[in-house]
T-cell receptor
Framework: GQSLEQPSEVTAVEGAIVQINCTYQ??????LSWYQQHDGGAPTFLSY????GLEETGRFSSFLSRSDSYGYLLLQELQMKDSASYFC??????????FGTGTKLQVIP | DTGVSQDPRHKITKRGQNVTFRCDPI?????LYWYRQTLGQGPEFLTY????????KSRLLSDRFSAERPKGSFSTLEIQRTEQGDSAMYLC????????????FGEGSRLTVL
């Protein structure tokens, strides 16, 4: 089976940097994705790591270590609009995508 | 192309009734996923299609749930004899065959079972 663990809640100050960690156990692994979901909205794709290392997209970066079954999402220069839930998701065997339970990020002034 | 669309957006039904949800994926996407999400939880995998073939169905689902994608385009998710525990948001997502790790989600169909 597959399981993903994330912290349930994180609070950070506007303008700061926050890191959201994800550890996973999976029977097959192609890569790790990150999604953002605002209350009442649909999940939207942020990033995907298939190989070890850091991927940067604007204020957001994502890191993967396949040997440690670990990844993180790094959000820089936090803005109030970044308050949302963030999910890591594993692309596994047979292209099944399994999501974590999510991290609720609250950005405070 | 307007993205993934789901219908209906909201459904209220009485316990024991059957409900059906429809998903129209992005036209060139041949992968289609169904998820269920309850408040404060992540999307829970239900089933997945590649073209018209249903490749996997979650063991968490009982036989009351069934999904089809008859021509490899739109898909339907039917829940028979609904229970109050079925109340949730049902999300559909589609993707290309290439492993980009990106799913495109619809706005979801919210089910309330009374």
């Amino acid at each position: 089976g597959q399981s993903l663990e994330q912290p349930s809640e994180v609070t950070a100050v506007e303008g700061a940097i926050v890191q959201i960690n994800c550890t996973y156990q999976t029977s097959g692994f192609y890569g790790l994705s990150w999604y953002q979901q605002h209350d009442g909205g649909a999940p939207t794709f942020l990033s995907y790591n298939a190989l070890d290392g850091l991927e940067e997209t604007g204020r957001f970066s994502s890191f993967l270590s396949r040997s440690d079954s670990y990844g993180y999402l790094l959000l820089q220069e936090l803005q109030m609009k970044d308050s949302a839930s963030y999910f890591c998701a594993v692309l596994g065997g047979y292209q099944k995508v399994t999501f974590g339970t999510g991290t609720k990020l609250q950005v405070i002034p | 192309d307007t993205g993934v669309s789901q219908d209906p957006r909201h459904k209220i039904t009485k316990r024991g009734q059957n409900v059906t949800f429809r998903c129209d994926p992005i036209s060139e996407h041949n992968r289609l996923y169904w998820y269920r999400q309850t408040l404060g939880q992540g999307p829970e995998f239900l089933t997945y299609f590649q073209n018209e073939a249903q490749l996997e169905k979650s063991r968490l689902l009982s036989d009351r749930f069934s999904a089809e994608r008859p021509k490899g385009s739109f898909s339907t998710l039917e829940i028979q004899r609904t229970e109050q525990g079925d109340s949730a948001m049902y999300l559909c997502a589609s993707s290309l065959e290439v492993n980009t790790g990106e799913l495109f989600f619809g706005e979801g169909s919210r089910l309330t079972v009374l």
